[in-house]
Every structure is written in C-alpha cells, then in structure tokens.
C-alpha cells in the first residue's frame, strides 16, 4: 500500500505538474495529476483477476491542456449548467463565462479543471493524496475567496473514495464533482452501450434542448430514462423521446433516493464481458449520468486509441444543475464560514 510520484511536466508558463499513483495491496491501482486533479488512470481487476484501466484519458499532459471532453477531471467551482451564465446571490447579480453557447458549464474558461493544485501526502493513512487550492474571490466571476481540500483514497476494498471540502469568506456558489469517464471493459475496448447500468432513482429533471433543467421532475416510469434496475446502457439511447433527442443521448440529472446515505447504493454499472462491477455511493443529492455522446473521434488517447463516440460514461454526483436559479431544489449555495463537505466513492469488485 503506497503513494508514490514522478514529475508529469510543466504548464505552458512553467509549473511543474506532478503524477501520483495511489496503490492498495490488491493492485488496485489511481494515478492523479496535480494539474485539475485529473484521474489520469484506474486499473482495477476482472473476473479472472486480469487488470485493465477503467478510465479514458491522455498519456500526456500536452493533451489534457487541449482537450474539450474533461477526461477525469476535478469540476468547479460549479459543476454542470448555469442558465444564461448568472445567478444571484443575496440579491446581488453575478455573471460568469458564457463557455457553453449563453451558459455556463463546469466552471468556466479556466475551471477547475485547469489550475495546478497543491499536493500533499497524507502519512497517517495508506494511500491517501489531498490536493488544496485557493480560488480567489472574482475568479471567473464567483464571489468570495474559496479554499478547496479534495482527498482522493484508493482504499483496502478496492474503492476510490473522493472527499471534497472548502470555506469561503463570502456567500458563494460550489458544486463540485468528478469527471471520469469509465468504461469497465477497458478504456481501449470500445463502445459502453453493453454495460448495464442501475440508478436509484425515481425521478429524473427534465432538460430544455439546451440540457438545462427547467425545474420540472419528471417520473422515470415508462421513460427510456428509467433505470430502476439494471439496464443495458444502449437499449434506450436512440429513442425519440424527447429528453433523449435534446441530449444526443443521455446527459440528464436524476434524484437519487438515497437521501445523502453513503452506505445505500446510488448507482451500479455491470459489465458482463469482463465481470467488473462498480458501485457508487455518494452524499450528494444526484447524479448526471453522460454517455459520451460528443466525443468524436478526434481524440487519441492513452496508448493511441482512438475515442469514439460513447467510449466511456460519466457518473456525475452533484447538486442540481442550474440549482442556484430554480429554488425548489436543494441550494448549492455556501455560506461564509460554512463548510462544503461531500464524499463520493467508486468501488469495483468482479461477478
């Protein structure tokens, strides 16, 4: 059980990017990099103990400064969609980077996603990396001076557990999450539409056609977005549904069930082919799950591959997207002096 690191090389204005690699006793096995908290790679086990890695992504970091899909990264300071780019905070009006046509998405121009962290090994616990940073009050538009600890564990049940913590000096927005797209057949093996996927939910948001919520929910009932049990990803994913249509697929918020329960199941993906299964636990209120339907093609991956369209899925825990402008959903906005604290973990085991 170790953590070890190797330089990983420098922003375009000479900062020194650093790889970690997170290892349990099982093999299991996370490499993290200091620039956006990017999970670079997971290798985890299958059925007959043959290890892969689990997570699209780049063996360079060249390519993470180019990139546009978000391969693994840390998502803030808010995750997912803001309408129109504003929101209002003790009735003063804030306006962010329109990145996303006239919204707003995952933080902005230079997100999270995009600034180097500071990292620090955590000596009392195996395999323990917290990566802070200080999000300046004005930063793309957001209030408040904002000191973000997020601690990534590969733990002894082959589990990456992703604890996010910050304060800030003023009333501020957060909302932040992870962005690994995982494909449990191996991030070179294909297409996700085999895998089946479990959500525990009843109700999902419906979108705009600009994958906004507009505040309505929706029951997921005889609606291609019902994954109450385990569902093939692909079976539903052409449908002309609407909400399907607007997406391009699926890329839609669901509520979950488990009322910040870490120990109750939100979500499940099986993977039949190879036997991995990956539970995600969460405290956060829901989850976007994202099929990958833009990615294209024109990225080339760890190891050459060639990423095509739904190469890999993502399991967004989250508040609400557009939560700060649709007041019936719970609030992602901090207060001062307030603590954000949520924790989400992937654990992976074999049928």
Same mark, same amino acid.
């Given at each position: 059980?170790?953590?070890?690191?190797?330089?990983?090389?420098?922003?375009?204005?000479?900062?020194?990017?650093?790889?970690? $690699?997170?290892? !349990?006793?099982?093999?299991?096995?996370? @490499?993290?990099?200091?620039? #956006? +908290? %990017?999970?670079?790679?997971?290798? &985890?086990?299958?059925?007959?103990?043959?290890?892969?890695?689990?997570?699209?992504?780049?063996?360079?970091?060249?390519?993470?400064?180019?990139?546009?899909?978000?391969?693994?990264?840390?998502?803030?300071?808010?995750?997912?969609?803001?309408?129109?780019?504003?929101?209002?905070?003790?009735? $003063?009006?804030? !306006?962010?980077?329109?990145?996303?046509? @006239?919204?707003?998405?995952? #933080? +902005? %121009?230079?997100?999270?996603?995009? &600034?180097?962290?500071?990292?620090?090994?955590?000596?009392?616990?195996?395999?323990?990396?917290?990566?802070?940073?200080?999000?300046?009050?004005?930063?793309?538009?957001?209030?408040?001076?904002?000191?973000?600890?997020?601690?990534?564990?590969?733990?002894?049940?082959?589990?990456?557990?992703?604890?996010?913590?910050?304060?800030?000096?003023?009333?501020?927005?957060?909302?932040?999450?992870?962005?690994?797209?995982?494909?449990?057949?191996?991030?070179?093996?294909?297409?996700?539409?085999?895998?089946?996927?479990?959500?525990?939910?009843?109700?999902?948001?419906?979108?705009?056609?600009?994958?906004?919520?507009?505040?309505?929910?929706?029951?997921?009932?005889?609606?291609?977005?019902?994954?109450?049990?385990?569902?093939?990803?692909?079976?539903?994913?052409?449908?002309?549904?609407?909400?399907?249509?607007?997406?391009?697929?699926?890329?839609?918020?669901?509520?979950?069930?488990?009322?910040?329960?870490?120990?109750?199941?939100?979500?499940?993906?099986?993977?039949?082919?190879?036997?991995?299964?990956?539970?995600?636990?969460?405290?956060?209120?829901?989850?976007?799950?994202?099929?990958?339907?833009?990615?294209?093609?024109?990225?080339?991956?760890?190891?050459?591959?060639?990423?095509?369209?739904?190469?890999?899925?993502?399991?967004?825990?989250?508040?609400?997207?557009?939560?700060?402008?649709?007041?019936?959903?719970?609030?992602?906005?901090?207060?001062?002096?307030?603590?954000?604290?949520?924790?989400?973990?992937?654990?992976?085991?074999?049928?």
């Amino acid at each position: 059980m170790s953590v070890s690191k190797r330089s990983f090389g420098k922003t375009n204005d000479g900062i020194e990017i650093e790889l970690f $690699t997170l290892e !349990n006793s099982n093999g299991v096995k996370a @490499e993290i990099t200091t620039y #956006g +908290g %990017i999970v670079v790679s997971l290798n &985890v086990p299958d059925k007959n103990g043959k290890f892969d890695d689990v997570v699209l992504g780049y063996d360079k970091i060249e390519d993470y400064f180019k990139g546009t899909s978000f391969f693994g990264a840390l998502i803030g300071r808010c995750g997912n969609r803001i309408e129109n780019s504003t929101f209002k905070i003790n009735n $003063t009006e804030y !306006n962010v980077a329109k990145n996303e046509g @006239e919204n707003h998405l995952h #933080g +902005g %121009i230079k997100g999270f996603d995009k &600034v180097v962290w500071t990292a620090k090994i955590i000596e009392a616990s195996d395999n323990t990396l917290q990566l802070s940073y200080l999000s300046k009050d004005g930063e793309e538009g957001y209030p408040g001076n904002l000191n973000v600890i997020v601690t990534y564990v590969i733990t002894s049940d082959n589990a990456l557990s992703i604890n996010y913590s910050a304060v800030s000096d003023k009333d501020t927005l957060i909302n932040l999450t992870n962005h690994s797209y995982f494909n449990l057949s191996g991030h070179s093996s294909g297409d996700i539409l085999k895998h089946k996927l479990m959500i525990n939910s009843d109700n999902f948001t419906v979108n705009d056609k600009y994958s906004i919520p507009t505040g309505e929910l929706q029951a997921v009932d005889s609606t291609p977005l019902n994954f109450k049990t385990l569902t093939a990803v692909g079976s539903n994913i052409n449908s002309d549904y609407e909400q399907i249509q607007f997406g391009v697929g699926y890329d839609h918020n669901w509520m979950l069930n488990t009322n910040g329960n870490l120990n109750e199941k939100a979500a499940q993906v099986v993977d039949e082919i190879s036997g991995r299964v990956m539970d995600v636990y969460t405290t956060k209120p829901a989850v976007q799950f994202y099929s990958g339907n833009f990615i294209n093609g024109s990225d080339i991956g760890k190891d050459g591959t060639n990423y095509q369209k739904r190469a890999g899925l993502c399991l967004e825990t989250q508040y609400v997207p557009n939560a700060v402008n649709l007041k019936s959903f719970d609030s992602p906005i901090l207060k001062a002096g307030d603590e954000y604290n949520h924790t989400t973990i992937y654990k992976f085991s074999a049928l």
